[in-house]
């Protein structure tokens, strides 16, 4: 089967970095993808690697280590707004187009 | 531009009622897919669908029954709603096969009593 696993929960402080693991066991591989969703809201898209490396945004960045079935989210300078819940998934191999996630990491933001 | 709508927002079932969720989306997205998200489970999928007239099964469709009559309208119907289905329903869409950056809409809130 395929699954994700990722940690439940994460705190920082206000401008700290912030890094969220995500392994996965899947037996066709299509790529890793990354959502965030603050409470009450719709999951938002944040970032794709479908090749080993690292892949920048803005302040976000997500990597991949294939060999190592392996990825992470990292978070700079963290503000207030960065409240929420983090999401890896991979696609589905048995349902197409569909994708599999991760139950979630609730990273919460201090000042 | 609208994105992806969802009606209603929220819904109180008593148990064995039906209703339909009606998913829209207005970016002439090809594939549609609707999930149920609960406390600490993430977002499972539900059913699917690759195009017009066209959908299939997803992780836990047991309860439920879609269809794809439009291209841009997904429905879920449950025909006799039960607790467990008691839930936060995410449709979502996407305009490449790979599916990896889909479009979420606002979720609908479905309590079944």
């Known amino acids: 089967g395929q699954s994700l696993e990722q940690p439940s929960e994460v705190t920082a402080v206000e401008g700290a970095i912030v890094q969220i693991n995500c392994t996965y066991q899947?037996?066709?591989?299509?790529?890793l993808s990354w959502y965030q969703q603050h409470d009450g809201g719709a999951p938002t898209f944040l970032s794709y690697?479908?090749?080993?490396g690292l892949e920048e945004t803005g302040r976000f960045s997500s990597f991949l280590s294939r060999s190592d079935s392996y990825g992470y989210l990292l978070l700079q300078e963290l503000q207030m707004k960065d409240s929420a819940s983090y999401f890896c998934?991979?696609?589905?191999?048995?349902?197409?187009?569909?994708?599999?996630f991760g139950k979630g990491t609730t990273l919460s933001v201090s000042s | 531009n609208a994105g992806v709508t969802q009606t209603p927002k929220f819904r109180v079932l008593k148990t064995g009622q039906s209703m339909t969720l009606l998913c829209a989306q207005d970016m002439n997205h090809e594939y549609m897919y609707w999930y149920r998200q609960d406390p600490g489970m993430g977002l499972r999928l539900i059913h699917y669908?690759?195009?017009?007239?066209?959908?299939a099964k997803g992780e836990v469709p047991d309860g439920y029954n879609v269809s794809r009559l439009k291209k841009q309208n997904f429905l879920l119907g449950l025909e006799s709603a039960a607790p467990s289905q008691t839930s936060v329903y995410f449709c979502a869409s996407s305009y490449t096969r790979q599916g990896n950056e889909q479009y979420f809409g606002p979720g609908t809130r479905l309590t079944v009593t």
């Open positions: 669908s690759v195009g017009e007239g066209t959908t």
């Open positions: 899947t037996s066709g591989f299509y790529g």
């Open positions: 690697n479908g090749l080993d």
């Open positions: 998934a991979v696609r589905d191999k048995q349902a197409g187009t569909a994708l599999i």
